[in-house]
């Protein structure tokens, strides 16, 4: 199902010890870390992404996938997704609102509604600066940018099915990738960039699917889960080369639905949420 105009496997030679396998886990969404401790979304016992019916929650599992905590907050939760670690806020991403929940208590001290913007599919979340986040909303798509003192939203770029988002500071470059559910080999990866402080928003590479997770390995190699499929374990991650669009699937065995993973530079390990096996596993370099 890919289309890729170019492709060398052996620029992209990449060795992964075998997997660690959590279980236990409801349909996980996203995974991020503090760098104590790793912090696992899930939808709940139904793969209901949108449904409001209080079953989601967020797991605390050791930086070894034990988990320490089955939910760490007593806020109500319907479908959490995507995530960003603020001075320690964990801002969620929950249908239609931006929840913070303060990792020290588990209290909510912070929600922001995003239903009078019209966002229904509020998916991955990205830290900008200390008070700014930008947000993927899957259906239609788009990406939006939210200032946490004031609360104003506002939409930076149309993009049809958009899922993860990375946010490279330094060259301020944010990274999209996108999921089309009535057509897996649709989703495209792009970039948004600003000229004259306007965002400006291009496709990139030549690999289409239905992507996932987005991560930056380093200045210009991107990481990329892919499901293939939404019925059975079908899914990979790739890596897409920035600076010649070459594009290579990382050899392990198949994931059922790779969400919004957590790659940790320091340790040389990713963490893949497989969202339809109810597990987590976790890659060394």
């Known amino acids: 199902m890919k289309r890729i105009v170019a492709f060398l496997a ?4 990449v060795s992964f ?9 409801a349909n996980p969404e996203s995974i991020i870390s503090d760098g104590k401790f790793l912090y696992v979304t899930n939808i709940g016992k139904k793969l209901e992404p949108v449904a409001k019916d209080g079953d989601g929650s967020i797991s605390k599992l050791s930086l ?3 988990i320490i905590e089955a939910n760490i907050t007593k806020e109500i939760l319907n479908a959490p997704k995507g995530t960003a670690i603020i001075k320690g806020v964990l801002y969620v991403a929950d249908i239609d609102r931006i929840v913070g929940i303060e990792l020290s208590t588990g209290n909510k001290v912070k929600e ?3 239903a009078k913007q019209n966002v229904s599919f509020a998916n991955d979340l990205e830290v900008k600066n200390d008070h700014t986040l930008f ?5 239609p798509g788009s990406i939006i940018e939210v200032d946490l003192n004031t609360e104003a939203v506002t939409t930076i770029a149309n993009v049809k099915g ?10 301020k470059k944010l990274y999209t990738c996108s999921f089309v559910f009535e057509d897996l080999k649709a989703g495209v990866l792009g970039v948004i960039t600003w ?11 030549a690999i289409g699917g239905a992507f996932d997770g987005l991560a930056l390995l380093n200045d210009h190699t991107l990481l990329v889960s892919e ?5 059975h374990a079908a899914g990979s991650l790739w890596k897409i080369d920035l600076q010649n669009s070459f594009s290579s699937k990382i050899e392990l065995p198949a994931i059922g639905g790779p969400a919004d993973f957590y790659f940790d530079a320091k340790q040389k390990k990713v963490f893949i949420p497989a969202l339809l096996e109810g597990k987590m596993f976790t890659y060394s370099f």
């Open 17 to 25: 010890a075998a997997a660690q396998q959590s279980n236990g886990l």
């Open 10 to 13: 052996c620029a992209f030679a």
């Open 64 to 66: 070894n996938g034990d």
């Open 227 to 231: 499901w293939s499929a939404m019925d």
């Open 112 to 114: 922001i509604d995003l």
């Open 162 to 171: 958009a899922n993860g988002i990375c946010y490279d500071a330094k060259r």
């Open 195 to 205: 000229s004259d402080n306007k965002p400006v928003y291009e496709a990139i590479g």
């Open 135 to 139: 947000l993927s909303e899957t259906v």
